[in-house]
């Protein structure tokens, strides 16, 4: 659409008539996709489907600037008022797309994506902040899906800046997001993919918590959780992918769950421990990470906590740490460790670690 105001070349004030059959005379006519309209004593623009306008007055240069966007989303959030009303402190989306071009402060009330209901929320780095004691975004339930992209969710409260709950073939996904809550991110149950992200957790960073299904995180950086960064404590797999974990006690604890995981391509920087592994998981991959400045431990196991299925410690780099690992060894029955280095390697020939036996 173009809007184009067309000033004649009198001097302001003189009437001219414009092209339209009228019985007025005016000054300034309307251009409106190479059709013009003569100009009423109120030009009203009229946002549609997709567009944004906002308007400030400029007296310094006696004008009154009006700015256009193109959002191609069902809804556009400038202020708080442009989403449903609330009710007892939810505020419930509908489906459809939405834009949120400014900072919202959504006080104690919280974002919910209700049964039945898909929603994309998208956003260039702009902050959801709330208090609300759930969560800053919730998606609530089994039916419920959500796809956010350049959001940062931020809880100043007690609750989570999400809690994420899916069902079903579809998983909730969030990419270009931050995180930012005494827990970040609560996957309740379902699945949910968390790609190129960042983590702010100041108790944990990602906690998997009753019946969550398939976790997947990649390409992410997970920063100061005083406890862990990730916290799987129920769920049935667990998929951490090239990430970065740093300043927190612990970086992943596999705390009796979930059935499977695989750690691979991540960085563990400056942390008190890397990874712990407690009872009762069916197995655990940890293959090409690196391990650097963890004051206590990189990866910490017990004998009897070795998955059922097996641990395999493949192609891992181990520098500057307290212990490389323990207290199992790759002699330990279930654990398969190969072809990893260490700045502490007890041979003054090579960096290389000692290897599991291969198994005839």
């Known amino acids: 659409m173009t809007v184009r105001a067309r000033l004649g070349a009198l001097p302001k004030g003189t009437p ?82 939405w834009c ?21 929320l998208t956003s260039e780095g702009k902050r959801l902040t709330s208090t609300h004691a759930t969560a ?5 339930t089994a039916t419920s899906l959500c796809t956010a992209e350049g959001l940062h969710f931020r809880n100043t409260g007690a609750g989570f800046g999400v809690r994420s709950v899916n069902g079903g073939t579809f998983y909730n996904r969030f990419e270009l997001c931050m995180f930012e809550a005494t827990i970040a991110f609560e996957q309740l149950a379902g699945g949910v993919i968390i790609d190129t992200s960042q983590v ?8 998997m918590n009753d019946n969550a299904g398939r976790v997947v995180v990649t390409s992410s950086v997970f920063t ?13 797999s667990l998929q951490v992918i090239g990430c970065y974990f740093s300043n927190a006690a612990t970086a992943i604890e596999f705390d009796g769950d979930p059935d499977h995981a695989v750690v691979s391509g991540c960085e563990f920087d400056s ?21 650097s400045l963890c004051a ?47 700045s502490a390697s007890p041979s003054i020939l090579t960096p290389l670690l000692p290897e599991t036996p291969i198994v005839p």
């Open 224 to 236: 100061n959780a005083a406890t862990r960064h990730i916290n799987a404590e129920i769920g049935f």
């Open 16 to 97: 001219r008539v414009p092209p339209a059959a009228s019985a007025s005379a005016f000054y300034q006519f309307v251009e409106v996709n190479g059709v013009l309209f003569p100009q009423e004593e109120i030009l009203n623009l009229i946002a549609g489907n997709g567009i944004s306008l906002l308007g400030a007055d400029d007296p310094g240069n006696n004008r009154t600037n009006v700015t256009i966007t193109s959002l191609f989303c069902d809804n556009v959030v400038a202020v708080l008022a442009d989403l449903p009303a609330p009710v007892a402190g939810v505020i419930s989306l509908t489906s459809g797309s």
């Open 200 to 207: 702010i957790g100041s108790t944990d960073g990602i906690r």
């Open 136 to 140: 800053t975004l919730d998606v609530q």
């Open 296 to 342: 206590t431990i990189g990866i910490t196991m017990a004998v009897a906590a070795v998955p059922a299925g097996g641990f395999s410690m493949v192609g891992n780099s181990f520098d500057l740490n307290g212990a490389d690992y323990g207290p199992f060894t790759h002699l330990t029955a279930r654990v398969n460790s190969k072809a990893n280095v260490s």
């Open 271 to 291: 942390l008190t421990t890397g990874i712990r592994v407690l009872a009762g998981m069916q197995d655990c991959r940890v293959v090409g990470n690196s391990f």
């Open 100 to 120: 949120f071009v400014n900072d919202i402060d959504l006080g104690a009330n919280s974002l919910v994506v209700p049964a039945g209901v898909t929603v994309f």
